[in-house]
């Protein structure tokens, strides 16, 4: 059964872009844009309202980029959809989308974003808010730069905006590849069992090549015992890692505290022995060493992703 629920904005998914434009003191903007899509390969359209402060700018600079917006980013892309230029002028200074000159058009990549098309402005219309941008570039993040330098999509916790539920979600699994036809219908099962001819096992067949075959065994046998060893070793690892949370959670707060700063003061006006360590004091270590744990949070969620069979 099936029920009419009458005339909707129900065109899933959309995405969840962030536009990025110069104001006229070139500062940066951004917004939240989801209406949105290819209008061809190379071009773009956008529906943007004639009232933000984006569409002043992008008719003023004749340029706009579009960044992809990642789960790390969701609060700042909410952000800058729900408050305008117009009225907050430093909006972006208040996200942490971190604005770079783009090299090729008029207006602010933002370097915190995984990908980012840079776009000069071909045409706006008014009547319906459609603005058409030709893409000049586009640029990635290289920690997302898969194999044959194409993005690699699975890693980057892309964004969607489900306008049916008013939710934002994640981009999920790939499960096909398009213009493959009936390569995919086989893929999902459909016709699989016309495809198999599965040949009867027979005692003389399999013993055809039987030298190959027990090194065949012999090789995969080590190949397993190695991957149990790799396991038990990670396994291990992780949970030193884990068991020491309390604690990489007090040097965390501690690098973000009062106390940190007082120590700095008390270090630099010379009041510890000369022969405490304090590497901690420093200004570069202990951020490298948290920024240790971001990357390493990456390694694990891409390692993740391929064991539970999310790269293709
Ligand atoms: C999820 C989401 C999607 C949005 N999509 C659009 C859109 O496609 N077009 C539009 O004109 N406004 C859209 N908005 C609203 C603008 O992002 C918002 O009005 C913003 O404050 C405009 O900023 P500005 O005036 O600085 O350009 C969206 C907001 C959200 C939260």
């Known amino acids: 059964m ?25 500062s940066a903007n951004a917004m939240n844009v989801a209406y949105a899509s290819l209008r061809d390969e190379k071009t773009i359209s956008l529906y943007i309202s004639r009232s933000h402060k984006t569409t002043d700018n992008i008719l003023r600079t004749q340029a706009f980029t579009v960044g992809f917006a990642d789960l790390m980013h969701l609060p700042d892309a909410d952000y800058v959809g729900c408050v305008s230029g117009n009225t907050v002028t430093d909006k972006v200074d208040r996200t942490g989308l971190d604005p770079i000159p783009s090299e090729f058009v008029d207006a602010p990549v933002f370097d915190a974003l995984p990908i980012s098309l840079d776009c000069s402005l071909l045409s706006y219309d008014e009547e319906d808010d459609h603005v058409v941008g030709k893409i000049e570039n586009v640029s990635i993040d290289t920690a997302y730069l898969g194999e044959k330098n194409a993005p690699d999509t699975t890693s980057m916790d892309l964004l969607l905006y489900n306008s049916a539920e008013n939710t934002y979600q994640l981009l999920g699994d790939t499960v096909g590849t398009p213009f493959r036809g009936d390569e995919n219908l086989n893929l999902m099962g459909y016709g699989a069992e016309e495809n198999v001819q599965e040949e009867e096992p027979s005692k003389e067949n399999l013993a055809k090549n039987l030298p190959e075959r027990i090194a065949r065994v012999k090789a995969m046998e080590k190949k397993m015992n190695g991957l149990q060893e790799a396991q038990d070793k990670l396994n291990a690892a992780l949970d030193a890692f884990e068991a020491y949370g309390d604690e990489s959670d007090a040097f965390d707060a501690y690098y973000s505290s009062s106390d940190w700063m007082e120590d700095y003061d ?12 304090r590497g901690v004091l420093n200004e570069d270590i202990p951020y490298d060493v948290l920024g240790g744990n971001y990357e390493l949070g990456r390694r694990l969620q891409k390692l993740a992703r391929k064991l539970l069979g999310r790269s293709h």
């Open 2 to 26: 099936r029920k009419n629920l009458g005339s909707k904005p129900y065109l899933l998914p959309m995405p969840v872009l962030v536009i990025g434009t110069y104001n006229e003191d070139e």
């Open 266 to 277: 008390a270090d630099n006006l010379g009041l510890f022995p000369d022969d405490l360590d």
